[in-house]
């Protein structure tokens, strides 16, 4: 009898000794990893303004980790490799009820201007979160104007359960046009310009001085007070000093989509007299203002806006404020 229980206790001690050297605690169970930025699976804006032609490209990195949290460790027990993938799973159902409610459907990013990483990255053991990796955007290529969303799934841990509840975020990225800082317009005057209604918008209105006023409210219109001159109608800029342009921003009329400039030509000048062309561009019917980028950089103390065609087809056209960058 004394025999078999000393056998017995031989057993036990062995069993523990090598417990001891498992690799898993038996509060694995306990352990569920998350995504970091899944908050219930809710959608997250992201924002990236966008980089016109002539400003340097900037690819936006989006980070994307995961988090190790349970009662059974403190922190990583070993290095626990997690991977992250695009899930479009829910796609169909998620815009069907956007659209039950009214509101506009995602729009997939396209690839050539987005790129998801591949491989995994690793919760170090003893750590609680694990290394950042990226999504990228390129800000050159994408464009305003567009709902797209990115699905993100924490697809896999390592052995480890994954907490379904935050395991997913839905990235809408909203996308800003570019900034330049406005060249200072104090000294700005009127060069020329072909048409502008003196009489029938009243004493603080109508004339192309309004265009560089600094107010909504006011604008320079073409005449229809005793006639209606036809397109082309242009209106010309001295700035008094020469200034390297890379493009305009020209706001419309406030509330006037019919006549709102639709087609404008641009070209630059430094003598007011010899003129290169600057660009053709289309624009919006809209009261926000409108920016007009350049292909290139001009040079010159000069600028000249050709109206080529309206929204409405109409012969007269106006601009609530005019300026540069």
Aim: with cysteine; net charge negative; hydrophobic share 40%.
């Amino acid at each position: 009898m004394k025999k078999l229980l000393l056998y017995t206790l031989l057993a036990g001690i062995g069993a523990a000794g090598c417990k001891k050297e498992n690799a898993f605690s038996e509060n694995d169970g306990d352990v569920r990893i998350y995504m970091s930025q899944a908050i219930n699976g809710a959608f997250t804006d992201i924002t990236v303004n966008r980089r016109a032609p002539l400003q340097s490209d900037s690819a936006y990195a989006f980070d994307l980790n995961a988090f190790f949290a349970g009662s059974g460790f403190a922190s990583a027990p070993r290095d626990v490799t997690v991977n992250f993938d695009l899930d479009y799973s829910k796609w169909d159902s998620i815009n069907t009820a956007r659209a039950n409610a009214g509101q506009p459907a995602f729009e997939r990013i396209p690839d050539n201007i987005f790129v998801f990483p591949k491989g995994g990255t690793v919760i170090k053991k003893g750590s609680t979160i694990s290394n950042n990796i990226a999504f990228t955007i390129n800000a050159k290529l994408i464009e305003e104007g567009h709902n797209y969303m990115i699905p993100v799934r924490l697809s896999s841990a390592d052995g480890y359960s994954i907490n379904g509840a935050q395991s997913i975020t839905y990235f809408v990225v909203k996308v800003t046009p570019p900034v330049y800082p406005e060249i200072s317009r104090a000294a700005w005057t009127i060069a020329e310009v072909d048409s502008e209604e003196a009489n029938g918008e009243g004493p603080n209105n109508g004339r192309a001085i309004f265009a560089l006023d600094g107010l909504l409210n006011t604008f320079w219109h073409t005449q229809w007070d005793g006639g209606e001159p036809p397109l082309p109608h242009h209106i010309s800029i001295d700035m008094h000093a020469s200034n390297t342009l890379s493009g305009l921003y020209l706001t419309a009329r406030q509330n006037a989509p019919n006549g709102a400039p639709k087609t404008v030509t641009v070209e630059v000048s430094a003598n007011g007299t010899t003129w290169q062309n600057a660009g053709t561009y289309q624009l919006q019917a809209i009261n926000a203002r409108q920016p007009v980028f350049f292909t290139q950089q001009f040079s010159g103390r000069y600028f000249k806006v050709t109206v080529t065609a309206t929204h409405g087809n109409t012969n007269i056209t106006f601009f609530a404020e005019i300026s540069a960058f």
